[in-house]
């Protein structure tokens, strides 16, 4: 039992440890409302006191997932930018910054990540 509390003080501690690391910063190629943006939900994310529980899904093995819209792709490849800046944030607010930025960016943008659903539905047909 004394061994099971020290196991979860060290736990703890390794997390505090982790969350006060200071995040990377992004670069000012990104433009200055997505500096903001991400200025903004760095301030919204507060480090978590306790370990997180990873999901379990059980799935058909022979279950062939749907392929990826333009925004789907967009928003993993967004997702993991932010991510690198602001880790610990919460998913919906960077779903909400993200089809922001949607919304903001050019249609020559838009149209290669068009390109990349037309390629993943193809590859799923």
């Known amino acids: 039992m004394a061994g099971n509390i020290s196991n979860q003080s060290k736990q703890n501690k390794q997390v505090k440890q982790k969350s006060q690391e200071s995040p990377v910063t992004p670069p000012a190629s990104l433009g200055p409302s997505k500096l903001q943006d991400i200025a903004d939900l760095a301030l919204l994310t507060r480090p978590s006191s306790h370990?997180?529980?990873?999901?379990?899904?059980?799935?058909?093995?022979?279950h062939v997932p749907r392929p990826m819209n333009c925004f789907l792709v967009y928003r993993c490849e967004k997702q993991k930018e932010i991510s690198t800046y602001c880790p610990g944030a919460n998913h919906r607010d960077i779903s909400k910054i993200i089809a922001k930025w949607w919304h903001e960016a050019p249609s020559s943008e838009k149209e290669f990540y068009r390109t990349l659903a037309d390629r993943g539905k193809q590859q799923h047909s």
Do not use: D, E, F, G
């Open 51 to 62: 370990a997180k529980r990873t999901r379990v899904r059980r799935r058909n093995p022979n």
